[in-house]
């Protein structure tokens, strides 16, 4: 049974701000990771650049920390090469929604069963607290002054409109349902995703973790069945006094790495380099 | 008038979409079949259908190396193909063309260039079922007639030699009809006295191969089980051999949604223990700069194959050059050791493509291939691989078993050779990468001193990798009257442009660097020391090779030979310009 202390990474303990969300975030994945009862050696976290991206620094399994914007095509290489593995991808809203939008919504349409959770806190951490791809319209920032002109990226939304298998939000003022959901996700058979409302404490004084508390309400619990593409789109762009959490659309799809023929017979890590011969492709040629 | 025999340099050209690659292809096999060596050339511009394509196809007994400036033959499916080519007609050379299509007196042909009228569409109007996009295949039957070739080998190629059946399809019959209708057009309208003369030799079991291809199977050969790339001229043949071969060599091949993509997921799949590469032509190499930089940092083996086109930006996107060796040295910020292979000629591809897997996976460094549009599309015929001695050396790639037993596993630590085990996910002696500086675990560490530590331990692993890097290649006798200094695929016209210089008793050598980086310095300042009248042969504007041997070496060339307007050397080029440099 693998228990929270072997996910440990002892001395070695995370540099964020005192009361960021990154520690609930990190708190809940290996709470996740318990519940599901995963092998920690069986678990790749992979990152890109933020504050959130340096959470694999101290989880206690693989961990991969590549460069700003690009964890999903890493993780996406590592679970075709090892099919086996529960391949987990966190980044920040500027990392997956900014730098790396193209490879989100190329992913949202890749049905590869790995997990991808946004630490969602609406502004740029690291970097001193500019304006970020989900920062809400008209809020002032050291690069918007005079107040944000762009609309926020809609990321559940996005994922709506790619049908893709498992869409979910969570808050990090929660640290059950986030638990929760990110188990559900990474046990999901699929594409999972998880938009995690993850307050900054430095930087966003717009949407703490009162101005949430003050309006999520958890989906589930009002007795939504996350089954139908319209009624989630439908959920996907309520942001106001009321805002969503929980899982707005599930659904299984053949898996990329299951239906592969090479791929479904064994992880491609696992096949054999001995004697690879090339007879027959050269006689292709004469 | 002499009779040349065997020694041919034929083109076919029209409109691209009508059939001229098939053409040019189908005519090489001919080739083959009959025991002749070829060497094929080919140019097009960037577009599917219109503009024109030519595929030029040389023929002799001995092997090729290169093609030559003139044709002997034309095969013309429209006037433009004549206006372009008709200058480098050899004089006593021919035409074949169709009078219904082009009106050869507002073509100024030359007095000494034969005319070989063929009404294509005439001759495929009396075949039932045929196509006008099969006026090609009459123009090999008319080729094959001119030739005084035998026919049966056309039929051969053209029915596919692979196949089992001794028919081949419906619409290879029909094909092989039009070519013979064509041939015996000939045969019966023109006498046989043209000034090349095809005859067969022993067949020989030859590959006709281009250096994508090669790339291709010695990926293969090499246990590179997956291969992520986006489309880009000139490399995309390779992505497309992989996908085509995934079922049977079971590869994987992922088209990515672009080359940063494309580069992160194929270094997630080697991190993970997967042999991988990815393919990319200059612009899309730029875009993975980054991570170039992210796989030196966190010492992640992968094979990265750039088929040059001359830039800058989008430049000739389907034309040659060499103007990317710089900047593959140098790609990526900060500083991170790697090692560059350019091959020469589509034997290196195969070779140094599976060498490359090695040399990734024992220093745990991105390896270059840099290759070009003359090599990745250039028919060469030879004699199948010899592949026994080559074996798969995966460094120090742990074990399950080994990576089970270790105790207090540092996946970077500080080795005398630079070189540290490796473990893989899903192996039980967990570890962290960091694109941060990071110390012997993997975990982010801004102190200076380990700064220093780290960055030495990557740079040593480039020393230990020299001690085994092949030198340069020295063709020639060590000591000459003229030295040529090159790399990557002008090997096969100098090879040539050499042959023309002994003919007139100059004694030539080359050295030919196909392993750029690391740079062996002190052989190369000792070689240079000693030769004399060194000229530099590049296909780009800035001699950047004799640049990067002035740095390392302090030698500078002072003679150059230098080709960038888009298309390769003749080996008659740069014979002129070594013997200008020669006379003084």
Redesign the interface.
Known sequence: MVELKNLSTGNYTPDWCPGCGDYIILNALKRAIVKLNLNPNQVVVVSGIGCSSKLPQWINTFGYHGVHGRGLPVGTGIKIANKKLHVIVIGGDGDIYGEGMNHFIQSLRKNIDITLLVHDNQIYGLTKGQTSPTSMHGDKSVTSQIGNFDEPVNPIALAVAQKTSFIARSFAGDLEHLTNTIADAVSFKGFSFVDMFQPCVTFNKHNTYDWFKERVYDLQKKGYKPNNLERAFKKSIEFGDKIPIGVFFKEKKELYEETHPVLKKTPLVKQSLKNISIKKLMEEFC | MAIDINKLSWLVGGEAGYGIMTAGQKFARAMILGGLNVFTHVEYPSLIRGGHNSFGVRVEERELTCPILLYNLVAALNKDTIIRHKNFVTAGGGIIYDANEVNIDECSIRYDIRLYNVPLMEILKSIKGAIKIMRNSVLLGASIAVLDYDFDYLAEAIRG??SKKKKGSKIAELNVRAAKKGYDYVKKNYLSDFEVKLKKKTRK?????TGN?AIG?GA????C??L?AYPMTPASSIMNYYAK????????M?Q???E???I?????????????MTSTSGGGLALMS??I??LGM?EVPLVIVNVQRPGPSTGLPTRQGQGDLKFVLNIGHGEFPRIVIAPGDVEECFYETFNAFNFAEKYQLPVFIVSDKHLAVSYKSIP??N?SHLK?D?GLLLSDEEAANLKDYKRFMITENGVSPRA?????????????EHNEY???CEKGDNKILQEDKRFRKLKTAEKEIPLPKLYGPKKADLTIISWGSTKGAILEAMDYLESDGIKANFLHFVYVFPFHSEYVREFLKNSKNVVDVEENKSAQLAGIISEFTGFKIEKKVLKYNGRTFYPSEIYDELKGVYNG
């Open positions: 030699v692979n079991k030859r590959m006709l191969l291809q199977l293969i050969k090499a246990g089980k997956f992520s071969k995934e079922l049977d060599s079971e590869v994987v992922k990515a949604d672009d940063i993509s494309a992160n997921m194929a270094l997630g799949a080697s991190y993970a223990g997967v042999r991988s980054e991570t930089s992210l966190t199948k691989f592949t798969i995966r893989i996910p899903g192996q039980k002696c967990m570890f962290r990468s960091s694109s941060d993997g975990e982010i």
